[in-house]
């Protein structure tokens, strides 16, 4: 009987999902607290203007362009280089609360931190290759 009792309230509270069912679905980049960090900054202020409007327009692109659409284990999503945004693919999985994404056309890897997941809202934070997390906020929300 005690089984049982035990049983239902694993079962019953929301606390004990699964992270990686949580995430799977097409979540849009909404914002990225480097670049807010960057418009506020006084070098940017006092930058002039077309290379201020040349840097919103940079900013904006990487954002309107962003996403990542997870997948059982595979995931797609776009990288911004070289002044383009170029579709990827990979294959995803978490490791504690870190995703960790191998670029299947390349031999790369890229690791987020979640800081947070919601129905509607993923936080996320990118963990530099010498494991140093960033302390910019990556903000996602469902589509």
Do not use: C
């Amino acid at each position: 009987m005690k089984i049982l009792a035990i049983f239902i309230l694993l079962v019953s509270f929301p606390v004990f999902e699964n992270s990686e069912e949580e995430i799977l679905g097409y979540w849009k980049v909404h914002s990225f607290q480097a670049f807010d960090n960057i418009i506020s900054s006084n070098n940017f202020k006092n930058a002039p203007p077309e290379v201020q409007e040349q840097m919103l327009e940079t900013f904006n692109k990487v954002i309107e362009g962003s996403y990542f659409n997870f997948l059982q284990d595979t995931v797609f999503f776009s990288d911004y280089k070289e002044s383009e945004i170029h579709e990827k693919s990979g294959m995803w999985y978490f490791n504690g609360d870190t995703i960790i994404i191998n670029d299947l056309k390349k031999i790369k890897t890229y690791r987020f931190y979640k800081e947070s997941l919601t129905k509607d809202e993923l936080k996320l934070k990118l963990v530099y290759p010498n494991g140093d997390l960033s302390k910019n906020l990556l903000l996602l929300k469902r589509e």
